[in-house]
């Protein structure tokens, strides 16, 4: 897809937004399923069931998903999306580009060894990789606006509040 392709796509969309906010926000939703023996959660990621589960650092046997891996391969494909879409708005030519991120993390503050243990990530170091014979200070903006537009990497460094509710129900007979 070039520029104008990309223009034409998203223009009755702005266009759409402009005029409505309201039309602008939408739910974005992730489900779970939490059942046997196993200490596992199989998420439904609308493309393929995910059974996610305990790192091995934390008892698991490194045969199903880590939820903190996933938390880094989603900034990874958010940061990835949007470099290209940004890249393509701004008709920049990357023939290659590599995205990675890795995060340090203290698993004795989830495993409840060290009281002040922080529980989560203490850093995510987010790394790109561009093939491109743009200028410097193309592929400066093109990384500026790419932090800027990536809604993964702006939830994690914009301190979102996320909210906890539950439905409690009785166990079948």
């Known amino acids: 897809m070039d520029a104008d392709a990309l223009r034409a796509l ?29 200490i596992a959660c199989s998420v439904d990621t609308g493309k393929a069931l995910v059974e996610a589960g305990l790192h091995p650092s934390g008892g698991g ?4 998903a880590c939820s903190g891996d996933m938390l880094l391969q989603a900034l990874v494909a958010c940061a990835g999306v949007t470099l290209k879409a ?6 920049l030519d ?14 004795r503050g989830t495993l409840g060894v060290d ?3 922080p529980v989560g990530f203490r ?12 200028p410097a200070d193309e592929l400066d903006r093109l990384f500026k606006l ?16 996320v909210t906890i509710s539950r439905n409690d129900r009785p166990a079948a007979a």
């Not at 023939?95 to 990675?100: I, K, Q, T």
């Open 86 to 91: 940004v890249a393509t708005a701004l008709s």
């Open 10 to 38: 998203q223009a009755p969309l702005k266009e759409r937004y402009r005029e409505d906010a309201g039309a602008a926000l939408i739910v974005l939703k992730a489900a779970g399923s939490v059942e046997g023996y196993e």
């Open 94 to 107: 990357i023939r290659d580009a590599r995205v990675s991120a890795e995060g340090d993390l203290d698993v």
């Open 146 to 161: 790419t932090e800027r537009y990536c809604v993964v990497y702006q939830t994690l460094t914009g301190g979102t509040p």
């Open 61 to 64: 046997t490194g045969l199903q």
């Open 115 to 117: 009281r002040d243990a």
């Open 123 to 134: 850093t995510i170091r987010l790394h790109f990789e561009v093939e491109s014979d743009a």
